[in-house]
């Protein structure tokens, strides 16, 4: 049976120990990455996914040494340059994840920007979840909902996902890990729900198009039953 990927969602795992084996700083680990990162958005759109999703940078990351979470900042800015013209040209349409408030000035100025010049983009949407956490997207969209004055017995799937970062878009038919961990690690928790796992031990630098569709192929040999026979 073929089953059809209409959304992506990856954990990108493994640059600091990618770098490590090789001998050189987290900082080139994460470059390696950022290359990655490139390469899979553009395999995934040849592909015809209609919604990729990255775990780019989650709420516990600030814990990580300040020097590298501003080398993580400046990549991203860095990819927001150089690749939104290949985001408009492949019709590929950026959206965050997550609370933007809390990043740095800079940052929050080119994702406004690159945002605003891909919505025409209607190929592909590229979610980039940074500053991002499930459970906090789950306690936010209860508090919108609360603040909206919504009837409790009228708050229904429907009307409780419309509240998510994700809103009308469907949820992620696979998840892949990189680098052998096997855990959510607190991303898309309500979305993940009916989700298929894909983990492989590649780190993530070196999970290229033949890994990706690997993943893929492997997606194809599940019974997606979704509670039925």
């Known amino acids: 049976m073929s089953h059809k990927i209409r959304h992506l969602a990856i954990i990108m795992d493994g640059n600091g120990r990618w770098a490590e084996k ?29 919604y990729l999703t990255l775990y780019a940078f989650s709420r516990e990351n600030w814990s990580r040494p300040k020097h590298e979470v501003n080398f993580l900042f400046d990549l991203l800015l860095k990819f927001l340059r150089q690749e939104l013209n290949a985001l408009i040209e492949n019709s590929i349409r950026l959206n965050i994840l997550g609370d933007p408030q809390e990043l740095p000035f800079p940052v929050r ?82 979305q993940a729900a009916y989700a298929e796992f894909y983990f492989t031990p590649v780190l993530w630098p070196d999970f290229d198009e033949a890994e990706l569709d690997r993943a893929f192929e492997d997606f194809q040999h599940r019974q997606r039953r979704f509670g039925g026979l």
């Open 109 to 190: 100025q080119a994702l406004r920007h690159a945002c605003s010049k891909s919505s025409a983009g209607r190929e592909m949407v590229l979610n980039m979840a940074l500053n991002y956490s499930g459970r906090d997207e789950i306690l936010r969209a209860c508090r919108s909902l609360l603040q909206q004055g919504a009837d409790p017995e009228k708050v229904d799937e429907q009307l409780f996902r419309s509240a998510l970062y994700t809103g009308a878009q469907p949820d992620p038919d696979l998840i892949v890990r990189t680098s052998g961990e096997q855990r959510l690690s607190n991303y898309l928790v309500f």
């Open 22 to 50: 090789k001998g050189l700083s987290r900082s080139a680990g994460h470059k390696a990455g950022a290359d990655a990162v490139k390469n899979i958005v553009t395999a995934c759109r040849k592909r015809g996914l209609e």
